[in-house]
């Protein structure tokens, strides 16, 4: 049976609905952050960076100290930080400043809000609800992905010989203070490799231990 007009204008509202979602998530490329590429060549984006932990959800997966669903950590890696097209990126140990950090969540609530708001009503709920477990961290999906999140960039900053922690003077106690917690209960074999790679760029003069 043919479908009503009705439900003809409402398919196509939501598919415009969906695309103009879609454009706007384009802008995330656009947003810098401060770490570098392993290889040095220039900074990461933020769109990259969600890529990259939707790929290192796949794969550490097996490692996570909790049972998940791995296609809920990859959505929920995936659309973490579509927030960042308003709030920006704010650099990670700039947050351990509480003034900071509470400018974030409000920027960020007022972002999702508008960005979550463009899509169709279910789909827009489903990005929320992703975005809201990811944000309150009271799951084990939500727990690996913060793990994932904050040891990508620790990953990369210790690959690349640790320049953007030399440039804003981030410390071997620093990181360790702002990603140990998230990263060794959650994934302890990723923890444990990771410590011993800060320590040899400790070792090799790359960054300062304290």
């Known amino acids: 049976m043919p479908e009503s007009p009705e439900e003809t204008d409402v398919d196509a509202a939501a598919m415009r609905a969906a695309l103009e979602f879609v454009l706007e998530a384009d802008r995330l490329k656009g947003v810098e952050r401060r770490n570098w590429l392993a290889d040095g060549s220039r900074r990461e984006n933020t769109a990259e960076h969600s890529w990259h932990l939707g790929v290192m959800a796949m794969v550490l997966a097996p490692f996570a ?30 947050q351990m400043d509480p003034a900071v950090a509470a400018a974030k969540v409000e920027a960020e609530q007022r972002a999702a809000d508008r960005l979550f708001g463009l899509l169709p009503a279910a789909t827009g709920a489903y990005f929320r609800d992703l975005w809201d477990d990811y944000e309150a961290g009271g799951t084990p999906e939500a727990r690996f992905v913060m793990a994932v999140d904050r040891s990508a960039p620790m990953l990369l900053n210790i690959t690349e010989g640790g320049s953007a922690w030399r440039e804003h003077g981030i410390t071997r106690e620093k990181v360790i203070a702002r990603n140990g917690r998230h990263v060794e209960p959650a994934i302890p074999a990723l923890w444990a490799e990771l410590l011993a790679r800060l320590d040899a760029a400790v070792a090799q003069g790359a960054i300062p231990e304290v």
Do not use: Q, S
């Open 65 to 94: 100290a909790e049972p998940i669903d791995v296609g809920r950590a990859v959505a929920m890696a995936l659309v973490h930080d579509i927030v960042e097209i308003d709030a920006g990126d704010t650099f990670a140990y700039a």
